[in-house]
């Protein structure tokens, strides 16, 4: 499956590879991003704390946030299981 999404990605960023049109271009790095997070969900936490820290948000602040989140979802998959 890798090699097709990595054929998909090349396919796609070299088409038009003489206009190199900047959203396509983003287009194909952002769906091969996420393609890889589906694989490795580690690296959607990874992203999402780049993304704090570049919104200025400490670390600490980080790490509460996430935590909820898991939190969170732990309650409202007691609520499933329990419907």
Do not use: C
């Not at 287009?27 to 936490?45: C, W």
């Amino acid at each position: 499956m890798l090699q097709i999404q990595k054929h998909y990605y090349v396919s796609f960023n070299l088409f038009h590879h003489q206009k190199r049109n900047p959203f396509k271009q983003w287009l194909a790095k952002t769906g091969y991003e996420r393609i890889e997070e589906i694989q490795d969900p580690e690296k959607s936490i990874d992203r999402a704390m780049e993304n704090y820290l570049k919104l200025g948000y400490s670390k600490e602040w980080i790490n509460q946030r996430l935590k909820s989140i898991e939190v969170r979802k732990e309650l409202t998959d007691e609520w499933e299981n329990r419907a």
